[in-house]
T-cell receptor
Framework: ETGVTQTPRHLVMGMTNKKSLKCEQH?????MYWYKQSAKKPLELMFV???????ENNSVPSRFSPECPNSSHLFLHLHTLQPEDSALYLC???????????????FGDGTRLSIL | KNQVEQSPQSLIILEGKNCTLQ??????????LRWYKQDTGRGPVSLTI?????NTKSNGRYTATLDADTKQSSLHITASQLSDSASYIC??????????????FGAGTRLAVHP
């Protein structure tokens, strides 16, 4: 148990569907992250939220829309995705800022997304 | 350009044998280096963290080394077990202003331990 829970674990959707991925952390951390993991490629950072404000958006297409209503919850809203968006989407949390710079990111087990 | 390269891409060993995974990086300013283990179907879990002044650190059968001069790290697994089958990801942290870290991920080494 990592303290970071992602739902659903698996999701199959058509290109015209709208769905959302959910992440919840029980660690009291102040930063949360969305990553995309494709086969044989490094994890790609998508979004960073620190103290519920988005601090980084790595040129992610607008068909991915994040939402962070509070420090414990993070959503990734999906609409009109493409087949190349099929991947494992990982959520992570950490304690950032002075005194927390050497703290690890704690990852959830991911949502395996398949676009038909 | 900040980059982390891992080798080999994949590795098969027999149970009980030792192995060493490599990580080369070009990251500045360097903050720390972590090795993560990612089991199939799970998220990555931190194994070790090494800062600039540390040369070696152990976590059970896992021993990580760091050469900050050559910007290389290795992860040595002793007396491998079937449960060591996983992907091992090298992650280097660059220290940004405000105390925040930017993580640069390697593509990982996929290790398979066979009986």
């Amino acid at each position: 148990e990592t303290g970071v829970t992602q739902t659903p674990r698996h999701l199959v959707m058509g290109m015209t569907n709208k769905k959302s991925l959910k992440c919840e952390q029980h660690l009291g951390h102040n930063a949360m992250y969305w990553y995309k993991q494709s086969a044989k490629k490094p994890l790609e950072l998508m979004f960073v939220y620190s103290l519920e404000e988005r601090v980084e958006n790595n040129s992610v297409p607008s068909r991915f829309s994040p939402e962070c209503p509070n420090s414990s919850h993070l959503f990734l809203h999906l609409h009109t995705l493409q087949p190349e968006d099929s991947a494992l989407y990982l959520c992570a949390s950490s304690q950032e800022g002075y005194g927390g710079a050497d703290q690890p990111q704690h990852f959830g087990d991911g949502t395996r997304l398949s676009i038909l | 350009k900040n980059q982390v390269e891992q080798s080999p891409q994949s590795l098969i060993i027999l149970e009980g044998k030792n192995c060493t995974l490599q990580c080369n990086y070009t990251v500045s300013p360097f903050s720390n280096l972590r090795w993560y283990k990612q089991d199939t179907g799970r998220g990555p879990v931190s194994l070790t963290i090494m800062t600039f002044s540390e040369n070696t650190k152990s976590n059970g059968r896992y021993t990580a080394t760091l050469d900050a001069d050559t910007k290389q790290s290795s992860l040595h697994i002793t007396a491998s077990q079937l449960s060591d089958s996983a992907s091992y990801i090298c992650v280097v942290s660059a220290r940004l202003s405000g105390g925040y870290n930017k993580l640069i991920f390697g593509a990982g080494t996929r290790l398979a331990v066979h009986p």
